[in-house]
């Protein structure tokens, strides 16, 4: 079993290969008088992480969207907080996604990874 120092010391090393920025965007509703509406709060900014393409057509089917669309797997420092419905903005490149679901378990202790849909 793993001591607390050296399961600090993976989660560095995970942390340093997590190569772009993103920001993390809270997504609520909100009754502004006209109706309801969607609003947007940064859940966080310049946050670190890695995004790899995602054509695993099995995980598009299990939760009801289409093949065609792009996916990715998003991966953030464990301690990040983010949930299916959050929006993900890349700084490098403006692309916005919208998490569907966390993929992290409790055992998975090193980093924690979404499954993504490109909007």
């Not at 057509?57 to 990715?72: H, K, L, M, P």
Request: glycine share 4%; hydrophobic share 35%; aromatic share 4%.
């Amino acid at each position: 079993m793993l001591d607390p120092l050296e399961i600090a010391q993976i989660r560095t090393q995970v942390e340093e290969s997590l190569n772009e920025t993103c920001s993390i965007k809270q997504r609520t509703k909100s009754n502004a008088g006209t109706g309801p509406a969607t609003v947007e709060f940064d859940r966080a900014t310049e946050v670190p992480c890695r995004r790899a393409s995602e054509y695993k057509a099995d995980e598009a089917n299990v939760i009801g969207q289409s093949r065609s669309q792009e996916w990715i797997t998003l991966t953030v420092p464990i301690d990040q907080s983010i949930e299916a419905t959050d929006r993900v903005v890349m700084d490098s490149d403006g692309r916005n996604f919208e998490v569907v679901r966390v993929l992290t378990t409790e055992h998975q202790a090193f980093c924690k990874r979404v499954l993504c849909k490109a909007v």
